[in-house]
């Protein structure tokens, strides 16, 4: 995944090439009418956004490049995403949380400033990193890079580098320029005396985050015509790059699954070990729901829940009854500590983002439930049977949720899927029922009796995805629905249970 | 606009009626079923959002209605929005700046605690509130539900209400109960003591605010069943309500503006004042553009400009130099501290909103520099001409627009509108230039050449906006840009010169 130590990575950069005035000159004008061209030619076809991540060592020159880059396109429909250190609320969420939300819609451009690399680089930078807490840093940023660039997003990745010697010539003439001064920042003068530690923290991070569809370009920095020119070059190509659909076996850094259900594999076949057997006299229901209900009631009170944020996710065939299940979870919650999310067709804001994008957004704050009624799962299952996303598409979502799950339950985050099962004939019963049904009837459309027709493709489709996401962070409680008092008891009975042990920790 | 004060506004509840229960039990099955059907009618429909604002005595059982409403409805599309003291982010934005953010789409229901009612009531519970501060915050509420209301956000105000001994009791009852303690909060202990006051307070905001289209209503709350029943009614009824479309003369809170400039009134003239004649040479203009760009330069970086968030909007007829013009500001800039947002036909979440949600998303925080490249004045230029709003649309947003600026303004940030004014001639000659220019032939399309035959009407509807919007907290800056160095120089000057008022003050 990453590519080797590249011994001669900074060669070039640290021998502080420049580019004399006579050829930067008209260089640059090409470029930059280069430059606009291209932006506008990827603006109105609006099929993928450009992200470019500006890194390197203090006292490079990022920020004034940054400014140049803005200043030779248009900077109408650019945005410039500045990170500082994360704030306390951001600090409550997966470390990628914030980058998500702020991701540009296809056709925009982002420049990413004190980006994902900024924590990694200061681990590295530190005195005897830790191994493992770098290679999850590391892994994270892979994962993360590998779906956007996947899902319609193109990544630039600059390294702005120089000597050690450039570095401290460069800081020391802007200080003393006043009409330059106020770029100079204090970090920028601790690069000299840390230049070898730097340079190596740099080296390992570039290793380990320079794969498949996101490289890394290391810009010289020393001479400030050739640090433009070579900035504009690099993203007058990432601009100008042809769109780039990987094909089946061309996927770095996710592992596209073969669903296995279709294929009569030993696995595949979960549907159909549920025991649908499983009932509630009207009696058990009443005293079993009053318990777990009251348990759920005292916990989510508890001093303790409120560090806590929780992600519950419902799936099913249509009528499994997700929603009357939902509304006996919902009971025992106070109102300004739940969040149920419906998920339907994307709008245009949504559709012009990676498809987890909407999903990041509706993350829980600690303390918090958010209810996910449908949820991801829908690339795999509806997206997947009406041909909405490509097999390649559907194939590597498997692993891509497999990644968004577990840096969920990494950064504290209690996930609990459900699925809720029922068989052909309950599914057929109900409809009737709710065709009948003038209270219910409204929830019965020509497109349930539609969707009724794909039953078993959907069954195949969920079969796989249980094979495939059904993991020890976020394993799936499937659970027969057949009958709706036995199938609300057990989710309860589940969140419950699962609460209790995370509290107990 | 206000109503009178009621003697009689809380003589029902404070009477503290209740329902016997073989009463409550077969209207509250009823109202149940009612209140879905009329949940799933609205979201089928979504021609309007409802916003139920929850406010009352502390003690009065708000939170358990709230969570008896998720309880009788489908609680997968109700928001409940539970705003606390403002974080300190929100504290620099104007005080309306959180519930904007947080309007649901059409078709939705949001709950709101802690409403924009918190702060006045707070004020008003206080010993001597300041007249003015009252006042200040009354009017601002009053506009903002105003404008909600014609826009398409239904708004439901209940205020709970019992008498003192009635709020006494039951506190001390759900405190007894290991069950329910929970609910009770430490400010739910201080009413008794203090319920003359709170009442009067009570009084005072509820006559202050009880306008319009966004009328107040008291829900007795001493006994659960009662409070339960009228609440759901009070729902049902804001459900089931015909969308009102408020006829010309029926505009509470805001003014219908006449435009003048159609009807040969002494106003409405401002553009053909302009003076034409201004122009730069080169020399002169080089060696101004760079005086103010770099005092410009120099001002974004003080310490004092730390504090101020600015907002700078530019609007004028096709090809009147608005972009090259944005350019000449944003050279002088960090790409870190501005931010541009051209504006172009709204997307679906936009659309699914009041017309300015949009812009509140984008105002600045302290330090940084919002450039609307176009702006909400498109509802009253491209929006009336091309007849995209309704006449009583466009004829209300002069006032809506300056009640807007004027929040923006009293919370500290800069405003400065600019109107890059050209000839009907000079757009002929700039839209053949562009034509000619293989580098420029992207920016002129049949649209624009549509929109030149409507000159005269845009230009109408250009001198009725100054008319109607230069207001003295944020006045019009109309340039000449028959020039465009002179347009250039001439923004930047007054840009420069606004800010140093600012910071010197």
Redesign the interface.
């Known amino acids: 995944m990453a590519s080797p130590s590249d011994p001669a990575r900074f060669a070039e950069a640290e021998s502080d090439p420049s580019l004399p005035k006579e050829v930067a000159k008209p260089l640059t004008a090409a470029l930059r ?1 280069d430059l ?2 291209a932006q ?2 990827r603006l ?1 076809k609006a099929d993928r956004s450009l992200l470019i991540v500006v890194a390197g060592l203090d006292g490079a020159g990022k ?1 004034a490049t ?2 140049l ?3 030779w396109m ?7 995403l ?1 990170f500082g250190p994360p ?1 306390e ?1 951001e600090r409550q969420y997966p470390f990628l949380w914030r980058y998500w939300r702020e991701l540009p819609a296809k056709g925009r451009t982002g ?1 990413v ?1 004190g980006s994902w690399y900024a924590p990694l680089f200061e681990l590295l930078s530190g005195k005897n990193p830790k191994r493992d807490e770098v290679e999850r840093l590391a892994s994270a940023i892979r994962d993360f890079e590998s779906l956007l660039a996947r899902d319609g997003v193109q990544i630039l990745k600059l390294w702005y580098h120089l000597s050690r010697d450039a570095q401290k010539e460069r800081t020391a003439r802007l200080a003393s320029d006043p ?1 330059t001064s ?1 770029m100079v920042r204090p970090e920028d003068y601790l690069v000299a005396d840390n230049f070898k530690r730097m340079r190596k923290a740099a080296d390992t991070m570039l290793t380990l985050t320079d794969g498949g569809l996101a490289r890394w370009q290391v810009i010289p920095s020393a001479d400030e015509r050739l640090r433009s020119v070579r900035t504009g070059q690099a993203i007058l190509a990432a601009l100008r790059a042809p769109v780039h659909r990987p094909s089946p076996d061309e996927h770095p850094g996710v592992t596209e699954c073969q669903p296995r259900a279709a294929s009569g594999h030993a696995g595949g076949r979960r549907l159909t070990r549920v025991d649908h057997s499983l009932r509630l006299s009207e009696n058990e229901y009443d005293d079993q729901l009053a318990h777990w209900r ?1 348990r759920l009631a005292r916990q989510v ?1 508890s001093k303790a829940f409120r560090k806590l944020p929780v992600v519950l996710v419902f799936e099913g065939h249509d009528a499994a009854g997700k ?1 009357s299940t ?2 006996r979870i ?2 025992a ?4 500590q ?5 998920i339907s067709a994307p ?3 949504e559709r012009a983002r990676p498809y987890l994008w909407r999903f990041w957004r509706e993350l829980p704050s600690p303390g918090d439930i958010t ?1 996910f ?1 449908r949820s991801w799962y829908g690339r795999v299952l509806v997206e997947r049977v009406e041909k909405l996303a490509r097999p390649q598409e559907w194939r590597r979502a498997y692993e891509e949720i497999n990644q968004f799950e577990r840096q969920l339950v990494e950064s504290g985050i209690l996930v609990l899927k459900f699925w809720l099962a029922i068989s052909k004939d309950v599914q057929l019963q109900r409809f009737k029922d709710r065709e009948q049904s003038p ?1 219910k009837s ?1 929830k019965i459309t020509a497109e349930d009796w539609r969707n009724r027709e794909k039953w078993s493709a959907y069954t195949t489709a969920a079969n796989d995805m249980f094979d495939l996401t059904d993991t020890t962070f976020a394993p799936w409680h499937v659970i027969s629905s057949n009958d709706k008092r036995h199938a609300r008891v057990a989710v309860l009975e589940r969140i419950v249970t699962a609460i209790d042990m995370r509290l107990s920790r």
């Open positions: 009418s606009l061209k506008y030619a109105a920020g940054v400014n880059i803005n200043e248009d900077a109408r429909h650019i945005r410039t500045a704030s609320e420049i400033f009409e106020w009251s009170r929603g939902i509304r919902t009971h919650l106070d109102a300004r739940f969040h149920a999310v419906p709008t245009d804001d209810i009624d209270f409204f």
